[in-house]
């Protein structure tokens, strides 16, 4: 699905904001430099969440963990421009549906776990999504069973699958017949959802060179190749998608995951793995800032913070 015009994606490539390379072929080239480089890990409470316990991948085992899934997606008559709504909390499978949904030629449609029956039908509605992707249950709601609600609604959703199951087609068998479907960059990377000042959320599709174009204010925040990075923000905002999960896909680091924010575990992941970056709003930035103990933690790696929506520190 490509929605920019032939002038636009000409106007832009003279530019040289967008180019010939997608999203996939990105990460396939830090795959095949740092295979054994760690480059993603879970929340420290991600079994207290999910029931399932924090994992850290390195490149080729998150690669191979997405071809995999893309493959097992194809067996389920997912393929190109089919949308795929995912509502998962923060975790690595979140990040790795991203780019298995892609692979297949397929979009995905991230929502907040929050959403509930009456938000999630208007979005399968307007985008006639093929498949659901969530959590049997969280904090006490059932998940799927809200998903098998939406499809006696809406016939065009065929599938509701389980993180549970995505671990599991996780691990199945590589053929290679992924090679075979072509992901122009100015292909529909993602349909992400904003409510803004109106009742009904707002779709926002944004191709590979969209999101690769917006990432290039990842200089103003000094990411550099290899850093680490910690996403806070549930990552099916824009802002976490932009500001953490493109700049770490793009330049080769390690992503550390949080959810939800946890002032203890937070500071436990940035001082144990020795983060350079992170995105906060500025309500956590105060929390930090007013940590009784805030002068003796070594907060020494952290060399960039972005933040935005209001007034940071506000009093200081």
């Known amino acids: 699905m490509i929605l920019a015009s032939k002038k636009d994606i000409e106007k ?19 795959v095949n430099t740092k ?27 998150l690669d191979r963990s997405i071809d995999a899934l893309a493959e097992e997606l194809l067996k389920k008559n997912i393929k190109k421009d089919d949308i795929i709504m995912v509502q998962l909390p923060n975790c690595w499978e979140l990040g790795m549906l991203y780019l298995a949904i892609s ?16 938000e999630l039908s208007y979005i399968a509605e307007i985008t006639k999504a093929k498949a659901f992707i969530t959590v049997e249950e969280f904090n006490r709601f059932k998940h799927r069973k809200m998903g098998e609600n939406l499809q006696s609604t809406f016939p065009d959703l065929e599938h509701v699958i389980t993180h549970d199951e995505i671990r599991k087609m996780s691990k199945g068998d590589i053929t290679g ?22 009742a009904r959320p707002k779709g926002c599709p944004l191709s590979h060179n969209n999101w690769l174009g917006i990432s290039t204010l990842q200089e103003a925040t000094g990411v550099k190749p290899g850093d680490k990075l910690i996403v806070t923000c549930p990552m099916v905002n824009m802002a976490s998608v932009g500001s953490v999960f493109l700049p770490w896909l793009i330049l080769g680091g390690c992503m550390v995951i949080h959810h939800p924010f946890d002032l ?28 009784p103990r805030v002068d003796s933690l070594d907060l020494s790696s952290v060399r960039s913070i972005s933040t935005g929506s209001a007034p940071p520190l506000y009093g200081y």
Not at 16 to 25: A, P, T, Y
Not at 105 to 114: D, E, K, Q, R
């Open 12 to 30: 832009y490539e003279k530019m040289g904001i967008w180019g010939k390379k997608n999203l996939i072929d990105i990460f396939k080239e830090h």
């Open 103 to 118: 692979r297949t030629g397929a979009i995905i449609s991230p929502v907040p776990v929050l959403l509930r029956e009456a």
């Open 264 to 291: 203890d575990l937070f500071m436990q992941q940035v001082i144990k793995e020795k983060v350079n970056y992170m995105l906060l709003v500025p309500a956590i930035l105060n929390i930090i800032a007013k940590h």
């Open 177 to 198: 017949i992924l090679d075979d479907i072509d992901i122009d960059p100015n292909n529909i990377f993602t349909i992400c959802w904003t409510s803004g000042t109106e």
């Open 35 to 61: 295979p054994d480089q760690i480059c993603i890990i879970d929340p420290l409470n991600k079994e207290e969440l999910t029931g399932f316990p924090p994992e850290r991948l390195t490149y080729k085992e």
